[in-house]
């Protein structure tokens, strides 16, 4: 054992209080190092560029630039449609993308595509878990890679890893939907953005378990809030993610009238169809594409099927228009409850939309009618006790209260829907409509479909979809639960026209108990099983799995009030073939299944039956669900051991019409130094896709705030190591101090003592 003076023990002490500053100065450097490789800083920049701010002042993150090639198929009564997103990194450093993206709510998405130059990686569907396992492998060994998961039915989110600096990766997805139709008019709607939710706080709760301890318990209405909050560039920074757009039209009859709703279009007409491309090229992805094409008069189609021969079985698409009598000349007493959002995400164009559909609606009103308003944001309000008469003083009293709306605050939508679904005078005598006007931006859309499955009651319900992105998987499961209809305004221009479609639905009996009677012999599997309430100009979309080569006669039988109806049909194995009804078949299995497993509340509820048969359907069928993705791998490895890879989030734009502030609250302006890639530079991206129909996303423009849910890690761990030194610098003192003294009283007694440490 080394023994120690007293003049070497101060010599020690020096050398250890130095020991905490050589601690701390080497954490610093490292975490710097690690900074340096992940951040920039926008004086270091020498191109335009997407910067994102990073959590060190003055650093920012050069995010992937993302571009968007659609190219859409429509035959007859269903569409193809091919997504390509190209990822370019500009930067320096290797990068992981994420971006979060809308895809129609019965999109059966089906093929994944990752093209790296001449490479192309076929995309495998596996279980939900079991995918991302294999990503984060292949990620963390420096393999590109892939992974489309839904986070709802009408969103996706895109992980793309390991995108070397300079280099370009195209991930291409498709996709199989049906087209819809309203009275005579056809039309197909392509969302372009997701618009940001209001996702509710988690709820702390008493709880008491069967042992009767008590206990408390965290209730969150939105449990992977974290994956449905991408950042939104701020408008004033200039719109990011350019779009370019195809659609080919095959109607199957000769077209009058085709119009694009929102967005500038060429159009070449054919003998039954047409061409359609963009007028600018490409668009900023800030609104939903929507294209409506109506038949020639004496050529409307009143029903259609559509046959597919997969694995051993037949699947046809079956698409029929009800007979309709006239309108009727009295319409029944009904009590119509309106519901108006104002919340943050209503301000600019949608609040006056809204207000202005809600006072066409009381205009509709008869005397014989009752009605009340409710309107919400972070709070509610019901404008009368009770529902009451739809007489002219009231009525003006409720213009008033609508006029005086103005949009701010959160959306806390479920108290709103509750009071409205609240049916204390269950008048019997009169039909319950709950029309409710709202974009529907909300991630615990779960919460508010178990409220109408407990509270809807007789009540039906029509949510009416405002402004320029609404959330339209919430809009059309809200009408099939609560037995209504789903109505969408994209601009005011086209108010009047909707609002009067809803009327008819509103003033006319739905057709009930509709009923498939197949013919004998035949088992089919049809969905959406039971089939639903239709109203006034609505057809019937069935899809079902038959035994192969099965023909006879299909009856489908209604009432519409007192009286009954019945259309018969031919099932031919020589029906025109259409490819993609098999995964329509699967699709609606699957939201029928999880609509059912919604349903199906109480203790008695089994939800892993539901779950494991939603899976199996998504395996069989190669598609995208809740409970299963898509992932591509490249084997080869790509980042070199030891380059550090950074993840970014793709940020979005705002939705058209929307005001930032409103939603996000008041922000300071983007650092003047910032920079952004420019719209040529974004085109170059688009034309310099490898193949036709690839889709590729936008540049992305400066000053967006990554998310900051999380600790900054290195910072915390920095400063953690400083205390811990400090501590000891501090402990060592304390103990050499009380050695010296213990030294010097041994010293008085014996001058040649020496003690050893």
């Known amino acids: 054992m080394a023994a120690f003076t007293l003049n070497s023990d101060r010599q020690f002490v020096r050398l250890f209080s130095l020991l905490p500053l050589i601690l701390v100065c080497l954490v610093l450097s490292i975490v710097g190092a690690r900074a340096d490789i992940s951040y ?40 193809r449609t091919r997504v390509t997103q190209r990822f370019e990194n500009p930067g320096d450093g290797w990068v ?4 979060v993206f809308p895809l129609p709510e019965d999109a059966a998405v089906d093929t994944l595509k990752m093209i790296i130059g001449d490479k192309v990686i076929e995309g495998e569907i596996k279980p939900k878990v079991e995918a991302r396992r294999i990503y984060e492998e292949a990620r963390d060994a420096g393999q590109r890679a892939s992974l489309v998961e839904q986070e709802r039915p009408n969103l996706f989110t895109n992980s793309v890893a390991n995108i070397g600096p300079g280099e370009t990766v195209v991930i291409q997805i498709e996709y199989q939907e049906t087209i819809r139709q309203s009275n005579n008019t056809f ?17 702390v709760v008493h709880t008491v378990d069967i042992d009767r301890r008590n206990g408390w318990g965290v209730i969150d209405p939105v449990p992977d809030r974290d994956r449905i909050e991408p950042p939104v560039q701020h408008p004033d920074d200039g719109p990011t993610n350019p779009l370019t757009l195809t659609l080919s039209l095959d109607a ?8 694009s709703h929102h967005h500038d279009v060429r159009i070449e007409r054919g003998d039954r169809g047409a061409t359609l491309t963009l007028k600018e090229g490409d668009v900023p992805a800030d609104r939903d594409f929507e294209l409506t094409w109506t038949p020639e008069e004496g050529s409307e189609p009143t029903a259609a099927l559509f046959r597919e021969t997969w694995k051993g079985d037949d699947y046809v ?54 009605f009340n308003v409710v309107r919400f944001d972070d709070t509610h309000e019901v404008l009368f006790d009770t529902s009451i008469r739809a007489d002219r003083e009231n009525l003006n009293v409720a213009r008033r209260f609508v006029r005086s709306l103005e949009a701010d605050g959160g959306t806390e939508m479920l108290p709103a829907l509750q009071a409205a679904l609240h049916d204390p005078l269950n008048d019997t005598t009169r039909l319950r409509q709950v029309i409710f006007l709202t974009d529907g931006a909300i991630g615990n859309e779960q919460q508010l479909f178990q409220a109408i499955v407990d509270k809807a009651g007789r009540s039906r319900l029509f949510p009416v979809g405002i402004g320029s992105a609404p959330n339209s998987y919430f809009m059309t499961r809200a009408a099939e639960m609560g037995r209504g209809a789903f109505t969408h305004i994209g601009s005011e221009a086209q108010i009047a026209d909707r609002m009067k479609e809803l009327f008819l639905k509103l003033e006319n009996p739905a057709m009930t108990d509709l009923r498939l009677v197949w013919p004998d012999g035949v088992e089919a599997e049809a969905w959406p099983t039971p089939l639903p309430d239709l ?37 031919s194995k020589d029906a025109p073939n259409r490819s993609g009804v098999s995964q329509l078949w699967a699709r609606r299995k699957i939201a029928s299944l999880e609509a059912a497993r919604t349903m199906a509340s109480g203790g008695g509820a089994d939800w892993d039956a539901f779950d494991k048969e ?65 719209a040529g530079a974004m085109r170059s991206m688009l034309a310099a896709a490898p193949a036709p129909m690839m889709m590729a996303d936008a540049s992305n423009t400066q000053g967006i705030a990554l998310p900051q849910t999380a600790s900054n890690a290195p910072a915390l761990i920095a400063q953690g190591i400083a205390m811990l030194a400090l501590a000891l610098s501090l402990l060592l003192a304390w103990f050499v101090w009380m050695k010296r003294g213990q030294t010097r009283s041994l010293l008085a007694r014996d001058p040649s003592f020496k003690w050893r440490w």
């Open 40 to 79: 920039v800083s926008p004086n270091d920049m020498q191109r335009g560029a997407l910067l994102l701010k990073g959590k060190e002042p003055g650093k920012y993150i050069e995010a992937p630039m993302l571009a968007t090639d659609v190219d859409i198929q429509v035959t007859g009564p269903t569409g």
């Open 96 to 99: 992981e993308g994420v971006y």
């Open 187 to 203: 039309s197909l709607r392509f969302p372009m953005v997701v618009a940001p939710r209001y996702n509710p706080q988690p709820t």
């Open 252 to 259: 199957g009859f000769p077209i009058d009238r085709i119009v």
């Open 317 to 370: 698409l079956l698409m029929v228009t009800p007979p309709y009598g006239e309108e009727l000349d009295a319409a029944p007493a009904r009590e119509v409850i309106f519901v108006i959002d104002n919340s943050g995400s209503m301000a600019g164009e949608s609040m006056p939309q809204a207000k202005e559909s809600l006072l066409k609606a009381l205009d509709r009103l008869k005397p014989t009618d009752t």
């Open 535 to 571: 109203y006034r100009g609505e057809p019937i979309v069935l899809s079902a799995k038959l035994a192969e080569d099965t023909e006879g006669t299909l009856r489908l039988t209604g009432k519409t009030g007192d009286d009954v109806w019945a259309i018969d049909m031919e099932i």
């Open 614 to 678: 939603i899976t199996q359907v998504a395996m069989a069928h190669h598609l995208v669900s809740r409970l299963t993705s898509l992932v591509a791998v490249d084997k080869t490895p790509a980042r070199p051991a030891g380059e550090e890879l950074t993840s970014t989030d793709v940020p979005l734009n705002l939705p058209a019409g929307w005001e930032f502030d409103k939603v996000f609250g008041e922000q300071e302006a983007a650092p003047p130094l910032m920079q952004r890639a420019n």
